[in-house]
């Protein structure tokens, strides 16, 4: 059987954790899942009728604070891939030094064939059964796959109708309008391009950089809108249906317009050659940014990845497989953990705006989010240049599992 998107993240951690020596009983308890909620539930469809949805919400690890984890709704959702993610998000919020632990929801369903009204029934009853392991203080969801900023809004309005007044620090990603924060919309897509600055800082910059994207929404496309902005010529994008090819760059201005208005890239009459979505991993370019979903890179199409570089958008994306390849033949990956860090960060400066009724502007959050990743994209540097042939994904594992192990020992076990 195929390795799941779980043996992925628990191989990388006992890897970390032999690097952070860590002892027994330390890897015990790291590799723990502090909750593991399940639930079937049901929802009223328009016709009607009643149809039953499972979902999950998983706590990893609260050592370093609260846990915090977006929700996913998905068709292929299981509650290994859910556990997976969740374990990511620890060490993700550690690498970026933000007081989170990590956690991570997601519904058995595909959006696309639910109504809106459809969609509200599900998320509030999916809300309703986890309200009494989410909380300020306790977990805090946010967008992922397959939901959004009104996702959040329906999530924040039930569980603050459970207590009788507005609970805006419960969930980010929501509407500006209703207590979301400025930039957190952009805030992954920006994470991504503020990395690939600081990483070809010394080769030129992103302008100019031939680029390929692999997925189209909140995380590609945002990504691909913006270092498309920023000069660099975006020649490749797909979704799961549809690829486009243009040497002299995709117009993704228009493109992502396209999508937000809610078209699918095959209805974009832009220019561009259509070409089968799997050849953009492949794309002779000089940044290939995986950023659809888990195990996209694998060991039968590693070997055939041209582009030097890799930055991972989605969470990963990359096999273990894959990764040993790109180390045989000099491919530096980019990780998620770092490079797709900066959602989670932005989250984090929106629960910090909602718990004190503030409002930054957009220019502060992308300042405080540019220093964020920034330092966090030299500590990693800095723990390879010391560690001749460590990859910057085990050195930012290697960090994320120090970081939360610090946090253990220090608080030591209650009672
Ligand atoms: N779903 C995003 C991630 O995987 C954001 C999580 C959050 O903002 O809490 O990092």
């Not at 723990?32 to 539930?41: G, I, L, P």
């Not at 910090?352 to 540019?370: I, K």
């Not at 030299?378 to 290697?398: D, E, F, K, L």
Request: aromatic letters at 8%.
């Amino acid at each position: 059987m195929a390795e799941s998107a779980l043996d992925t993240a628990i191989k990388q951690f006992h890897e970390a954790a032999d690097r952070a020596a860590l002892d027994a009983s330390q890897r015990e308890i790291l590799i723990a899942f502090k909750t593991v909620f399940e639930t079937e539930f049901p929802v009223e469809m328009d016709d009607g009728t009643f149809q039953v949805f499972r979902g999950y919400r998983v706590h990893h690890n609260n050592a370093r604070g609260p846990v915090k984890g977006g929700v996913r709704f998905s068709a292929e959702v299981s509650l290994d891939e859910v556990k997976a993610l969740a374990m990511w998000m620890t060490w993700k919020c550690a690498v970026v030094g933000i007081p989170f632990g990590g956690a991570k929801g997601g519904v058995i369903v595909d959006p696309s064939k639910l109504s809106q009204n459809e969609l509200q029934n599900l998320t509030r009853r999916y809300t309703a059964e986890i309200t009494p392991i989410i909380g300020p203080d306790k977990d805090i969801p946010a967008p992922d796959m397959g939901t959004n900023a009104q996702t959040m809004a329906w999530m924040m309005d039930t569980y603050s109708m459970g207590h009788g007044f507005t609970i805006p620090g419960v969930v980010t990603g929501k509407p500006v309008a209703v207590g979301g924060s400025e930039g957190r919309y952009e805030a992954t897509g920006r994470g991504l391009l503020f990395i690939l600055e600081e990483h070809l800082r010394e080769a030129g910059g992103v302008r100019g950089k031939r680029i390929a994207v692999q997925g189209f929404g909140n995380v590609g496309g945002v990504a691909a809108r913006l270092m498309h902005r920023a000069g660099a010529i975006v020649q490749y994008i797909c979704d799961k249906d549809t690829g486009i090819y243009r040497a002299e760059g995709v117009d993704c201005d228009s493109a992502f317009a396209f999508i937000e208005s809610g078209g699918l890239l095959k209805d974009w009459t832009g220019e561009g050659e259509r070409i089968p979505p799997a050849d953009v991993l492949t794309a002779d370019v000089d940044v290939l940014v995986p950023a659809a979903i888990e195990h996209s890179l694998t060991a039968e199409n590693a070997p055939l990845v041209k582009a030097p570089l890799i930055l991972e958008g989605a969470n990963g994306p990359t096999t273990p497989e894959a990764d040993a390849i790109f180390l045989e033949r000099g491919i530096p990956v980019i990780p998620d953990v770092l490079a797709n860090a900066g959602g989670v960060t932005v989250s984090y400066f929106e629960w910090v705006q909602a718990r004190q009724y503030l409002h930054w502007s957009e220019e502060q959050v992308n300042e405080e989010l540019r220093r964020i990743m920034v330092t966090a994209y030299r500590a990693i540097q800095q723990r390879v240049a010391s560690n001749p042939g460590t990859t910057m994904r085990q050195a930012a594992q290697w960090i994320g599992v120090e970081r939360v192990t610090e946090a253990t020992t220090l608080r030591g076990i209650y009672p």
